[in-house]
T-cell receptor, first 114, second 111 residues
Framework: DTEVTQTPKHLVMGMTNKKSLKCEQH?????MYWYKQKAKKPPELMFV???????INESVPSRFSPECPNSSLLNLHLHALQPEDSALYLC?????????????FGEGSWLTVV | DAKTTQPTSMDCAEGRAANLPCNHS???????VYWYRQIHSQGPQYIIH???NNETNEMASLIITEDRKSSTLILPHATLRDTAVYYC????????????FGAGTILRVKS
């Protein structure tokens, strides 16, 4: 089982709303990732968590706030977003951050900011 | 950050082998080569990875040159469902082993 589950699959939010994207894996993985993908572009790394601690933040604006409440869950809290933040948000996980360990992706959450 | 070069697009006839090249001339000795693909509107799908030796699994084969400066992903019998963007990625130790996507190759399988 290499399943990473993301909810919701689609989200429409206003610029003043607060919402969250959720990601779950039950593979015992200790590294989890958030990527952002704009249309016709490759995925871009946003955050990396390792053993529930934030280890990489790719200079992401503070309106995106990640949270890793336990080893199976990863959230991305959204507040005061802009229309240009509309994108596919991908969650991924791997056993740990060693380069020989495969990273598995979820199907993503489509976010539209209006 | 991407350390790889891939052709922008390729076509392949259905049922034939698809050979997707990737150049990674600055790869270091302990850096893995990964291949993912992304079918429209879906999350990236892991295909295969390797360090030095050639690798094969149920999806594909990965051929890495002896000097490790290039590799080829082989889909032995391409089907229409293999039409996707294929990403060749080197995980760089100095960048924390991040998975950094380049532009990838658009593979179109045609009947």
């Amino acid at each position: 089982d290499t399943e990473v589950t993301q909810t919701p699959k689609h989200l429409v939010m206003g610029m003043t709303n607060k919402k969250s994207l959720k990601c779950e894996q039950h593979m015992g993985h200790r590294a989890m990732y958030w990527y952002k993908q704009k249309a016709k572009k490759p995925p871009e790394l946003m955050f990396v968590y390792s053993y529930e601690k934030l280890s990489i933040n790719e200079s992401v604006p503070s309106r995106f706030s990640p949270e890793c409440p336990n080893s199976s869950l990863l959230n991305l809290h959204l507040h005061a977003l802009q229309p240009e933040d509309s994108a596919l948000y991908l969650c991924a996980s791997s056993p740990d951050r060693n380069s020989g360990n495969t990273i598995y992706f979820g199907e993503g959450s489509w976010l539209t900011v209006v | 950050d991407a350390k790889t070069t891939q052709p922008t697009s390729m076509d392949c006839a259905e049922g034939r082998a698809a050979n997707l090249p990737c150049n990674h001339s600055t790869i270091s000795g302990n850096e893995y080569v990964y291949w993912y693909r992304q079918i429209h509107s879906q999350g990236p799908q892991y295909i295969i990875h390797g360090l030095k030796n050639n690798e094969t699994n149920e999806m594909a084969s990965l051929i890495i040159t002896e000097d490790r400066k290039s590799s080829t992903l082989i889909l032995p019998h391409a089907t229409l469902r293999d039409t996707a963007v294929y990403y060749c990625i080197v995980r760089v130790a100095e960048y924390g082993n991040k998975l950094v996507f380049g532009a990838g190759t658009i593979l179109r399988v045609k009947s």
